[in-house]
């Protein structure tokens, strides 16, 4: 979980509820790609207060790409990794894939050695 520095507040009110500072973010459901060079999952926005609904979005890497997308709260971010950034992503899917691998094996899920 990422605690914002700068929590996002609705412009407008959200299910009845006053105004809200969202101010956590979390990544559920992630989908690793090596092949395409790429991590896709949603955005978990909540609040300190769990008294607040939780918001759910999307986020991508592909490529050099970067989309985070909340739409009920008005987010649609784009922007783009340097060359080395990529590579550091690249080595975040290389690594998972990895550790997945070896852990099927080691627990006997999966005949082999992992590479």
Do not use: C, W
């Amino acid at each position: 979980m990422i605690t914002l520095a700068n929590p996002v507040v609705l412009t407008r009110a959200f299910g009845g509820l006053p105004q809200n500072a969202y101010d956590r973010v979390s990544l559920d459901n992630l989908t690793y790609s090596p092949a395409k060079q790429s991590i896709v999952g949603d955005v978990i926005v909540s609040a300190s207060d769990d008294s607040h609904p939780t918001v759910k979005g999307r986020f991508e890497i592909i490529g050099s790409s970067v989309n985070i997308i909340v739409p009920e709260l008005e987010i649609n971010q784009a922007g783009s990794l340097t060359p080395e950034q990529l590579v550091v992503v690249q080595s975040y899917i290389d690594t998972a894939r990895s550790q997945i691998e070896s852990g099927l094996v080691a627990i006997g899920m999966i005949a082999g050695s992992a590479q």
